[in-house]
Each structure stands twice: as structure tokens, then as C-alpha cells.
């Protein structure tokens, strides 16, 4: 079964950036599409972005103009590019696979940034 497994995290100062990679392994041919989400501290995990196998990207109005999402097929990798990253950021981000003619949702570990001011 195909699992997907993200890396980057880390502490970033207010403006600054980072870059999440998350690599789908096993087999990958049924993904339908890549995505992140986040969930704050006391929050509920909302959608950050996702790129479908077709090419399609969506982004969360709150990180448009900051983050863009994009991947590597080859390499069975989806990037979430995060600038000017600001405190209100920082969350555990989760990648998540949709797999499948059921649609069925996989997700990784999660991986914690932290924006200080």
C-alpha cells in the first residue's frame, strides 16, 4: 500500500521560508492527488493545498501568494514551498494521498513547524 512520508519541518523566523517534501512510497500508480493540511495547537486540521495527478492545483485562500504546491512524478514527490512564513503558520503538516477509485485517504506522520516572531 502506497504511504506517504514527509520531511522538512523545523523552526523558521517570521519571513523566512521552508520547503516540505513528501515522498509517496510504495506503489503509486492509483494516486489521484498529493496534498497538505495543518492543524494548529487547539485547532481543527484544515486544507493547506493539493495537486491532482491531472495537473490541477488548489491552495487555501490563507497561504495564497506564500505557499505553492507542485510535484514530481518521477520522483513521486508533492513540495509545499512556504514564503514569507508568519507565527499564524506554525502547525504539525500533514500530507495526505487520495488513492483509488474509492477516493480512499492516506495519511503521513505529520511533520512540525514553528514561525517565531
Known amino acids: 500500500q502506497v504511504q506517504p512520508v514527509e520531511s522538512g519541518g523545523g523552526l523558521v523566523q517570521a519571513g523566512g521560508s521552508l520547503r516540505l517534501p513528501c515522498v509517496a512510497s510504495?506503489?503509486?500508480?492509483?494516486?489521484?492527488?498529493m496534498g497538505w493540511y495543518r492543524q494548529a495547537p487547539g485547532k481543527q486540521r484544515e486544507f493547506v493545498a493539493t495537486?491532482?495527478?491531472?495537473?490541477?492545483?488548489n491552495n487555501a485562500d490563507s497561504v495564497k501568494g506564500r505557499f505553492s504546491i507542485f510535484r514530481d512524478n518521477a520522483k513521486n514527490t508533492v513540495y509545499l514551498q512556504m514564503n514569507s512564513l508568519k507565527p499564524e503558520d506554525t502547525a504539525v503538516y500533514y500530507c495526505?494521498?487520495?488513492?483509488?477509485?474509492?477516493?480512499?485517504?492516506?495519511w503521513g506522520q505529520g511533520t512540525q513547524v514553528t514561525v517565531s516572531s
Open positions: 495526505n494521498l487520495n488513492v483509488g477509485s474509492r477516493r480512499i485517504s492516506i
Open positions: 510504495g506503489s503509486s500508480n492509483s494516486i489521484n492527488a
Open positions: 495537486a491532482t495527478s491531472g495537473g490541477g492545483i
